[in-house]
């Protein structure tokens, strides 16, 4: 079957712009994670979503950073007023549940520019 | 504060020399610990869970061990496809959400 997928693959931007990146999970996967990839960084957790809920949002980097998930599929993750520090790889991850099946699925991640 | 800290950053090895990457952690409860392999451009790909020290996993060339403190990941007889970066992370019991991860070593095996 499908696996994560995420879109764009790319986006550049410039500096003060909003922008939206989505992540379809895999069918049936309750859990959706968020994280973002700095060059030559770990992976730093953004957002976790059992469903439609996110029970922590304090991983979020800034109140410019904001996520949503509806009918407990796609998920968008929106930056706005986008500043040069926020240029990194943005990966998503499901796994059938966030408790109990801890094997996450990555999608290819979406590399963000701004200039 | 829970901290995943992976050792080497980077890692050249000939072909057929086998060696370990290292991860320390410290976590308040493990549920797991968790090895993923990252090639170039694309997401992590998953390869074991580990949730309790002395145990252990293999799948190929890898075999992943966990103590109370650290785990390993033994490579045994590399192939230059074997390189890659491998990311550790870990997560909290009672946490379902969060998962930390190391920043990875970036292994390279020389043909």
């Known amino acids: 079957g499908a696996g994560v997928s995420q879109s764009p693959s790319n986006k550049v931007t410039e500096k003060g712009k909003d922008v939206e990146l989505r992540c379809d999970p895999i069918?049936?996967?309750?859990?959706l994670y968020w994280y973002r990839q700095s060059l030559g960084q770990g992976l730093e957790f953004l957002i976790y979503?059992?469903?439609?809920?996110?029970?922590?949002k304090s991983g979020l980097p800034s109140d410019r950073f904001s996520a949503e998930r509806t009918g407990g599929s796609v998920s968008t993750l929106t930056i706005q007023r986008t500043q040069q520090e926020d240029s990194a790889v943005y990966l998503c991850?499901?796994?059938?549940?966030?408790?109990?099946?801890?094997?996450?699925?990555f999608g290819p991640g979406t590399r963000l520019t701004v200039l | 504060e829970d901290q995943v800290t992976q050792s080497p950053e980077a890692l050249r090895l000939q072909e057929g020399e086998s060696s370990s990457l290292n991860c320390s952690y410290t976590?308040?409860?493990?549920?797991?610990l968790f090895w993923y392999r990252q090639d170039p451009g694309k997401g992590p790909e998953f390869l074991f869970t580990?949730?309790?020290a002395g145990e252990e996993k293999e799948k190929e060339r890898l075999k992943a061990t966990l103590t109370k403190k650290e785990s390993f990941l033994h490579i045994t007889a590399p192939k230059p496809e074997d390189s890659a970066t491998y990311l550790c992370?870990?997560?909290?019991?009672?946490?379902?959400?969060?998962?930390?991860f190391g920043k990875g070593t970036r292994l390279h095996i020389l043909p």
């Open positions: 991850a499901s796994s059938l549940a966030g408790a109990t099946s801890n094997e996450q699925f």
């Open positions: 069918s049936g996967h309750t859990a």
């Open positions: 979503f059992q469903g439609n809920s996110a029970p922590d």
């Open positions: 976590v308040s409860g493990l549920r797991g």
């Open positions: 580990l949730y309790s």
């Open positions: 992370a870990v997560q909290a019991r009672g946490r379902d959400d969060k998962i930390i």
